[in-house]
């Protein structure tokens, strides 16, 4: 198992760093999210998380019914999970404090550090040398959290996200928070089930690959989408991918596949990967269902949740127009797929129940009943 990454999924105890007692702030929303589960929920600690929650700040002694502990240096007890929801420059600082402390996890939510130029760059480094000197691993930062089914029905959501979508078989990895909380949202809209979703803002620890095998891992978990922008080692993401994909359903959104596309990803997130259309071709290689838009990507991931995998590579095609028969032809062609000729016994069943055209694509024409 990938060090310190169970400590994010099932922690026994989480510490919010710069929890607020303003419905407006991310700190405030952040440990209302760990407490009921999701902010526009009625509070209601039977969905939320049922471990100890700790908010930290420095000008409050309640928030939500919660004792507040003033600064790290009091905390009191394990944490295993800190979610740092603080200035990015005050970071560095308490990523140091809170693993000093024994937390084997946090969570950065700051708008990300290389944004903000050379002190950015600087701030950065420092954020990676405390990970390292510390143990913690991090996820972020200029990231929204993650979300996770716990054991019942209690989640874990150290978040702000806003909405809740139903219990399901699909896991979810986002580069950017706003692609998660679209996609969380298509789900909830569309009563599709989740069970992680996690999201990697600029990546300066936890990567793609090492979360891709943990959550292969999960038998709870029957097919994986990720959304990437950029990687930091594109060829050990590509065996990880081939790896994963042969026993799970992964499909990968990518973004910044064009040159305008990467110097966007590079001006938002600040990061210098790249996902390019040499990957692509890798990845299909490898069995990965790779889609070009938002629109595509929860239609996949609910597909493949609901069908069992196909045993082969040969496709029959119904149709009720000649025309649709042949862009569907064409689309499975492109696909990797075979539009192969019937059987002889199948041919001659067709042949009892229809007395016509018995070729595959069958089209039943526009008469044909449902």
């Not at 944004?115 to 990676?128: A, F, N, T």
């Not at 989640?155 to 219990?167: E, G, I, R």
């Amino acid at each position: 198992m990938p060090r310190g990454l169970k400590a994010l999924f099932t922690p026994r105890a989480v510490a919010v760093i710069g929890a607020s007692r303003s419905p407006g702030k991310v700190g405030h929303a952040v440990l209302r999210n760990l407490l009921y589960g999701c902010g526009e929920r009625a509070p209601d600690r039977s969905w939320g998380f049922p471990g100890r929650i700790v908010p930290v700040n420095p000008h409050a002694e309640e928030i939500l019914g919660l004792p507040v502990t003033p600064y790290l240096e009091k905390l009191e007890g394990p944490i295993d999970l800190a979610v740092l929801a603080i200035p990015a420059a005050q970071v560095p600082e308490a990523l140091d404090a809170v693993g000093r402390r024994g937390a084997q996890a946090a969570i950065v939510l700051a708008a990300g550090t290389a944004q903000l130029g050379q002190e950015g760059r600087r701030l950065e480094e420092q954020l990676v040398s405390v990970a390292r000197n510390t143990g913690t691993r991090v996820i972020g930062p200029n990231c929204t959290g993650l979300f996770t089914r716990l054991e019942g029905e209690h989640l874990l959501s150290a978040s702000f996200f806003s909405k809740v979508p139903p219990p399901g078989p699909i896991a979810l990895i986002a580069q950017s928070g706003a692609i998660a909380q679209a996609l969380l949202h298509a789900a909830a809209d569309h009563d599709l089930g989740l069970r992680h979703i996690v999201t990697l803002g600029e990546k300066v620890d936890v990567q793609d690959a090492e979360l891709l095998r943990y959550l292969a891992r999960d038998p709870e978990v029957k097919v994986i989408g990720l959304h990437v922008e950029s990687l930091d080692d594109p060829r050990g993401f590509h065996a990880t991918a081939r790896e994963v994909s042969a026993r799970k359903p992964l499909v990968v959104l990518h973004g910044g596949r064009t040159a305008a596309g990467m110097r966007a990803a590079r001006g938002y997130e600040g990061l210098f990967g790249t996902c390019d259309a040499s990957l692509e071709g890798a990845l299909g290689a490898a069995g990965v269902h790779q889609v070009a838009t938002l629109g595509e990507f929860m239609p996949a991931l609910q597909a493949l949740s609901e069908q069992p995998a196909a045993a082969g590579r040969r496709v029959a095609i119904v149709s009720n127009g000649g025309g649709t028969a042949v862009l569907a032809a064409d689309a499975v062609s492109n696909a990797g797929l075979d539009v192969v000729p019937f059987r002889r016994h199948t041919i001659e069943r067709l042949a009892q129940l229809r007395g016509r055209d018995t070729r595959n694509p069958l089209d039943l024409r526009g008469d044909a009943s449902a």
